[in-house]
């Protein structure tokens, strides 16, 4: 066994995603035996100077710093991992592009298309790899999924319908945190959530042409985080629904909310096929549910195949455990970073199974027509 | 015990609905004892003789007729049951209630909007019982979501999301039948399928305010039925999507097809509140899953209940068998024919538990108005 | 159209059985048409007079009598359906083949094993058609499981297991009804709903070799029906236990109870065999499971099919609704007494398809041989 | 915060059980977060030095060895960690439990009850801490059921019936591996997923008083591993079934087969208690099932509540991620791991909640009472 070369990682952010990820980028050489590079966690960024010392030990940074900048120059690393909030993804995406980093970057790419856009632009000319996070797409199942839709035994895709469904601000005392406001977040479900069905929308079914969609507000203030007492604006939506049309012909509903009482992460989509049918919950991320026409002669055993997406054969699975010992939410970055990896190391395109930072722009241009739609009452065909 | 009075039945059809509700006719006296009246099948209308002869024995009528106007003129008539294809709904029905019968008109009331206005105002006028049969109304677990609702265990409602699938004319060949001529059926699973959904969404949430829609016919031409050689033009949509807006500020979807492979009968709808959900499944109809918050103590086992309805606190249950001992989809017609044989014999308002001439009025207008959402991709408000 | 002669019934019973049969006797005609011959209700036993003619009323038969023995005797009856208690089913069931009237017997056919030979010899005999009403043969789901097993896609078969759960006696207040007491059940859900699983397991899987098992009372006193102020001694047990060993060399479980809170009708069976397993579950008995091995080109969409029997190409459904249109539990006996009729009116054998008077004795054996070893801590080779 | 301490970790067998491990130990403070200590992975044991030299790098161990002496002996090693198959517990553990080790050790303790008597012996009489690694007791959701079940929810416990079935050596030409040989491996499924069943049964409802059994070898030749053109014996059983009496009164059943196709990792139990019960599914271990009898003013919402347990109120679940986001069958190691750790560095009680070398014990004696059962066709009673 020849050794294997190391790769530095630069992480911005150690809250949630910084955490998935960090993990994830430890978990690779454990599970991906031999990786294209084992990563290095070089340094970490944060704003607050005792939580990113604390992070840093935690994950198993060399270091941290409370400046993004020092982590986008940094010569040791080769990888810029943004998990920051969504208003703070151009910028340090962008320097690092042009620092010759490799960046990958969390979704919502932006908080808009033009945003989007530039960042793409970036990409697009640069020759480093970049990747727009959406790690659903790197579900064993998503993948069976696409798999089974790649060989055609679906045929004639007629519908596609998902719906991603949270509970976690009914309590209207739920304060005001960043992902309620428009200037930190863009958006609020649709950004937030409604971008990863609309990815999974363009990596399933084709390109989206057009939509109508009505988006509500239904708690419009709530307590300021600094002080209870006051209350402020909610500047994003609470929930939208929406009518989706594809290039292909097939129709269908996108729907998220943060108001589904009892859905917790109900990241659901179906689709319907001349030959046969898929589902799909991230709740038991496993599992498949698979429905195929069978021949007359052995119509009677017809039926909705729940597929234990925990065998050798399956996407990603040879690395983890035996038959039946299911992994959890946080396996998705192990391979999704893992395929990044690859990428970086062996040169390979990240597209088509994950998605590129064009994929990031015309997901936030899907975004900003539900919107559209929503505030003219008009159906808008999407332009990219 | 004093003797129980008889009613004559006359009915219009002897296919799908006409064996249902002649079915639920001669079982409501064996459940529901004793009955308000006893039902006695007096005359079955249908157009070709040998067929309706053989239909009279089968389901145990006194005589037949291939001339719907004997039976709304027929003196021992005093109930009519119309299960008639849409566009025999208005004439028989009108005059019937003109002639003093009671009526139940199978849904959807009527093709459009505007013949259901008809219909509504004969009825509103008459004094005569006229109820329009959206018989999932009347599905215990369905009954059990209303109770649920009515005593406010759900809170304020934030979002409603249906959709009626089936799929028994993914198939290219099958074809052209009444149910897919715009002439006879008025429209396709909008009318047959979504308007069920409508009326759960009425009878359960409340009134919808607007809509945009997406309706869609993926194939255009399907063989004749009296020459399959030859090809005829599809005259209704394939499927629909809605997006759809409360009075009360709930937002949600619609949906329905005939193209959703593996879908039989997939009549589902949920709903989220601010302190709980519920969900139905029309192919498990003896299930309600209902999620409710918790108090913080509890919350450990706050959890969505499978709740099997056969218990005799159920609603309709007491009639039936011991608990688990399951019931089936044609139970529905007995719960609401019984229903309205009551509100005949004991002079009850057939509303709200059951559907009215208005309700089958209202949800003809909110259909009319998704198409024409579809046709001018605007948001439409529904003018009832 | 020929005319379809007639068939005159004779029941015994009027109560929960005496109501289930009686409703399916009416329907016969209504959905398996043309029927082998139409079903007479002639007469109607029960000892309460005034709830007997209740009865006649109500279920539509001719005249009643609270002397069991008119019944068997009497001329108009072709067929004596016995659904009284255990310890009533000897006795009339054997003068009414002794009178040369065809027999069906609700299960389990007697008290015990040595009642129940009587009977089979008495069936044996004679030259009258006699069933067991093992209703669950006739189950849909049922019916597709036996095919599947005849066509051999599961292979040889490992694993046989069985519950039937229910909790109607949690309570320990709940009285002491005839259930109870061996005098008028001979057990308790070993003979109630053990037999049913028994019988199931010989249906399916073949003859059982050998048992063991406990038995298990656990609440030894309730208040007497008569007197609540009073307890009287349960005489049965409150459930049991079972592992049963096959002819065939397949191993498996048994356990009723009617302690299992939450379960209300919760009959379910799985087998598992060399190519493919199968799942059933009464209280969802319009579904299959079944697992079938893929060849290795397909192994990725392995799965659990989770079938819905409402298919035409489905055992029974034929005659019912379209896909998707679920039935009951109750037309369980429809199916099975309209297999009866066409048993005795075109002579042909009940069996394979419905259980006869031997496996009613048989089923008796096993029962027998269960609660011998739950009193001697032996394995008990079943013998016949 | 002040600095946290090491503590070295030695660990036997890299294979399947020794990824795990080494995966949880490594992710303990990244997670449980401050953790006791951190784990430092001093040595790794196996038999093939290319193999542990690549664990070594791939795990992050600091050294490894061929000799398992070498690790029971570094002074470095403070905590042994015995993943080696079963015939390797007892001679490691005793040693390093005499050189002052605290020792885990994986299941079932031993190959026979006397075996594991040796090893309680041992650790009853020492200082260190030692843990039987039954890891579903660190399940949350089985570690809520323990909770439920501590404050009496369910009353009065009635039933316990589980499965563990798994369909891995189904075809007849799988090799003889090490876990078909008794030498090795004591006993098949009974040892290898029953003793986990048992442990749980302990665990959940109290001390197993008697069994019956049935343990049968389906194929009692397979190929063997060196060469598979010759055949050698199956030493073991393939399957077994038994019925279960407990100490408190309460009758159960349990099953353990390598031969259930389909099923999986499928370790399923159920409890049936006075006013409530209990399911869990280990193929879907994020949920509970647990049915609560309602006062009567709330039956009508009495139900299956299937507790999504991913809630911060929930075990375990504070450190890992928000609501919905699942976690995997891997991390009942981190849990059980860290709490190893946390007994060992604070000096408490691995009992109750984690499984002693006294239940390794008892749970061998359970075992071996079934082999006893299965061989005599007699009721054993169980001595400890």
């Known amino acids: 066994m020849s050794k294997i070369s190391e790769i530095g990682i630069g992480m911005l952010g150690y809250a949630f995603m910084g955490k998935s990820h960090s993990h994830a980028w430890r978990d690779i050489p454990l599970f991906?035996?031999?990786?294209?590079?084992?990563p290095k966690l070089v340094v970490i960024y944060g704003r607050r100077e005792s939580a990113v010392k604390e992070a840093m030990i935690r994950y198993g940074y060399k270091k941290y710093t409370t400046d993004w900048r020092e982590v986008v120059k940094d010569p040791e690393v080769e990888i810029l991992d943004?998990?920051?909030?969504?208003?703070?993804?151009?910028?340090?995406?962008?320097e690092a592009i042009e620092n010759g980093k490799h960046v990958v970057c969390e979704?919502?790419?932006?908080?808009?298309?033009?945003?989007?856009?530039?960042?793409?632009?970036?990409?697009?000319?640069?020759?480093?790899?970049?990747?727009?996070?959406?790690?659903?797409?790197?579900?064993?199942?998503?993948?069976?999924?696409?798999?089974?839709l790649e060989e055609g035994l679906l045929g004639r895709i007629y519908h596609f319908r998902a719906r991603y469904l949270q509970d976690w601000i009914v309590d209207p005392?739920?304060?005001?945190?960043?992902r309620l406001q428009k200037e930190y977040a863009g958006s609020g479900p649709l950004g937030d959530l409604g971008s990863h069905i609309i990815d999974l929308a363009r990596f399933l079914v084709g390109e989206i042409a057009a939509v109508t969609g009505v988006a509500r507000t239904f708690i419009e203030e709530r307590p300021l985080l600094e002080d209870p007492t006051k209350r402020g604006k909610v500047t994003v939506e609470d929930a939208f629904t929406a009518t989706v049309e594809f290039e292909n012909g097939a129709i269908g509903t996108l729907e998220a909310s943060r108001f589904a009482t009892g859905k917790?992460?109900?990241?659901v989509f179906e689709i319907n096929g001349e030959k046969g049918s898929i589902e799909f919950n991230l709740e038991r991320l496993n599992e498949l549910r698979v429905y195929l026409v069978e021949p007359d002669e052995r119509k009677y055993i017809e039926g909705w195949r729940e597929i234990l997406v925990t065998e050798k054969v399956h996407p990603f699975i040879e690395v983890y455990w035996p038959p039946g010992h299911i992994i959890g939410w946080e396996h998705t970055f192990i391979n999704e970073l893992h395929h990044f990896l690859d990428c970086i190391v062996n040169d390979k395109d990240v597209a088509p199974y994950a998605a590129t930072f064009e994929?990031?722009?015309?997901?936030?241009?899907?975004?900003?027509?539900?919107?559209?739609?929503?505030?003219?009452?008009?159906?808008?065909?999407v332009e990219y």
Chains 1, 2, 3, 4 share one sequence.
Not at 173 to 178: D, E, G, I, Q, T
Not at 264 to 267: D, M, S, T, V, W
Not at 369 to 379: D, K, P, V
């Open 32 to 38: 991906f035996w031999p990786p294209p590079a084992i």
């Open 173 to 178: 005392n739920f304060p005001l945190v960043w």
């Open 107 to 148: 979704k919502p790419l932006a908080r808009d298309a033009k945003e989007a856009k530039e960042m793409y632009e970036a990409a697009r000319k640069a020759r480093v790899k970049t990747m727009c996070a959406f790690n659903y797409r790197f579900v064993p199942a998503v993948r069976l999924a696409k798999k089974i």
């Open 82 to 94: 943004n998990c920051l909030p969504n208003y703070m993804h151009k910028e340090p995406c962008i």
């Open 359 to 381: 994929d990031g722009y015309r997901c936030c241009a899907v975004c900003d027509a539900i919107l559209e739609s929503s505030n003219t009452g008009r159906r808008v065909i």
């Open 264 to 267: 917790k992460n109900y990241n």
